[in-house]
């Protein structure tokens, strides 16, 4: 079941949907723009998105 959740569940806000371990790190990289919506808002992202966004985050990237 988490390996379905991991490659088909596509994020597209920061909201209760989202984990709660990513949604700092998503915040951050949309403050910094990094990280933008489609037209609507939707970011479309995956899990893998959310692993790549945390570990940029956790490195420092998006401090300002």
């Avoid at 998503?26 to 945390?54: H, P, T």
């Amino acid at each position: 079941m988490v390996n379905v959740v991991q490659t088909t569940m596509v994020y597209d806000f920061n909201d209760d949907n989202m984990p709660s371990w990513a949604r700092p790190a998503v915040q951050a990289a949309m403050d910094c723009g990094a990280v933008q919506g489609d037209e609507q808002g939707r970011l479309g992202l995956s899990y893998k998105d959310l692993r790549a966004i945390c570990r940029e985050y956790r490195c420092g990237m998006y401090d300002k």
